[in-house]
């Protein structure tokens, strides 16, 4: 016998789970093509994320935007959406919303005054599109109505939904619930890392009860943390901070790095830690573009009556000199290089250039910027960012093994897959 599902009054075209950067770029996206848009977001406020990110001002996207700046199992997935709406895009829209914004170093664009006007150009675009928006969202369940024709023989009233979802919404008059029919699904509820922000496994429960496969996750963009004597080192450093250039994996950055109380931070150690997994080593560069062993034995050949600590004055700060001296040449402190031979002195000038660390752990997704790893991209079309074996259903932004380096790719992967997503839904 076949049953029928009496339509409860709450339909749409496409419900958005996530008010974060993607799911408000897929619903604008796809109200402009006049689609009935709901949103739902579990939090009491929309894109918490983008009023954190930048330090308040979010770095909302970067002049430069390639392939080479995505972590993904298969580097060329992010193509397609990026070439779709580009950093441009993005920009032509800040600044139709008249949003000051600047240019920092390595191309990265923020806002001049705050990261607020990036949400509210988004939520005035929302509202001037007739997007609906519901927060205090708690998402009860999601069935594909496709799968129930199939499985219990159900045949809906001449429509073409296929998703049906479950939930709670609490507001001042009290919570209710709704079951919501719509057409297209977009799954954008983000990644792991902070959960004050919205962190939230929940994208890749969804995906797993629609048997997508979803790639190992870690923390990235996330400090290193160290339990060994180098903590101690890190904590009488802390707030030191210089330039330097870390490897790790085969991959290199430039940058600035911070000594916290627990370890490393700054720049280039959140972009290391997108390279590295627990028990790989990394090597800093403390002296870029400054051979240490060749200059040290170079002044031993002047004959210089000057100690190692001396010599290195005024090419990096006097604090980290006094904690290196203490594990590289406790020995020689006070000896002048002349006294130390050549053997000793390469050992020592070699470590200028490559210091050799194991970090114990990340700090985890309690600070972590982004989740590596996600929805698996074999299991998405990279043109529309529409599941292969289910259709109207969307996955965008972080919820999907992709993930940018550190300066604005993050926000443009998230732009680029929900355009994208908005076009198709
Ligand atoms: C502190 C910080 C600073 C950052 N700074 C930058 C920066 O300057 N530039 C940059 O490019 N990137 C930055 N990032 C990364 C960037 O914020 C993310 O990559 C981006 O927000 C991902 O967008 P998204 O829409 O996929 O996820 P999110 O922005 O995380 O949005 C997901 C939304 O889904 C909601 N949600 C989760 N679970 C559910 C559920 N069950 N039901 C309903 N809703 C749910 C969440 O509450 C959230 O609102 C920063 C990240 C952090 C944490």
Not at 24 to 50: D, F, P, W, Y
Not at 154 to 159: E, P, S
Not at 365 to 384: F, H, M, P, Q
């Amino acid at each position: 016998m076949t049953k029928v599902i009496n339509i409860s009054n709450e339909e749409y075209d496409v419900v958005v789970l996530g008010a974060g950067a993607a799911g408000l770029m897929a619903a604008i996206t796809a109200a402009k093509n006049n689609k009935r848009i709901l949103v739902l977001e579990k939090s009491n406020k929309v894109g918490k994320k983008i009023l954190m990110s930048g330090g308040g001002r979010c770095n909302f996207t970067n002049r430069y935007v390639e392939s080479h700046h995505f972590i993904s199992r298969n580097p060329h997935f992010c193509k397609s959406a990026l070439t779709n709406y580009t950093p441009q895009d993005f920009i032509t829209l800040v600044e139709q919303h008249a949003i000051e914004y600047e240019e920092r170093k390595h191309h990265q664009l923020f806002c001049k005054h705050s990261a607020k006007e990036i949400v509210n150009m988004l939520l005035q675009e929302c509202n001037d599109l007739g997007v609906i928006i519901m927060t205090d969202c708690d998402i009860k369940g999601v069935e594909s109505i496709d799968d129930r024709v199939f499985k219990d023989k159900i045949k809906l009233n001449n429509t073409n939904y296929r998703y049906s979802v479950n939930a709670k919404i609490s507001d001042k008059q009290g919570t209710k619930e709704l079951k919501i029919l719509c057409e297209s699904l977009i799954i954008a509820t983000g990644a792991l890392s902070i959960p004050t922000l919205g962190g939230s496994d929940y994208g890749y429960r969804l995906a797993e009860q629609f048997n997508l496969s979803v790639t190992e996750r870690r923390a990235g963009l996330v400090p290193f943390m160290f339990n060994d004597d180098l903590k101690n080192l890190c904590e009488k450093l802390s707030g030191l901070s210089l330039p330097v250039i870390i490897e790790c994996n085969g991959t290199e950055f430039e940058e600035s790095l911070l000594f916290t109380h627990k370890g490393i931070s700054g720049p280039v150690v959140l972009q290391t830690s997108n390279y590295w997994k627990p028990g790989d080593s990394i090597a800093v560069n403390l002296l870029p573009k400054f051979d240490a062993m060749e200059n040290i034995l170079m002044e031993k050949g002047n004959n210089n009556n000057i100690t190692i600590g001396k010599y290195l004055n005024g090419l990096m700060p006097k604090s980290l000199i006094i904690e290196l001296q203490k594990i590289w040449w406790p020995e020689y402190k006070n000896h002048s290089i002349c006294e130390i031979s050549n053997k000793e002195l390469r050992v020592i000038g070699a470590l200028f250039n490559e210091w050799i660390l194991w970090p114990t752990s990340t700090e985890g997704y309690r600070t972590a910027e982004v989740t590596l790893g996600g929805i698996d991209t074999d299991e998405i079309d990279s043109k529309t960012m529409e599941v292969k074996n289910q259709k109207g259903l969307y996955c965008i932004g972080e919820v999907v093994d992709v993930t940018g380096h550190l300066g604005g790719f993050n926000f443009q992967w998230a732009w680029a897959s929900g355009y994208t997503a908005g076009l198709f839904a």
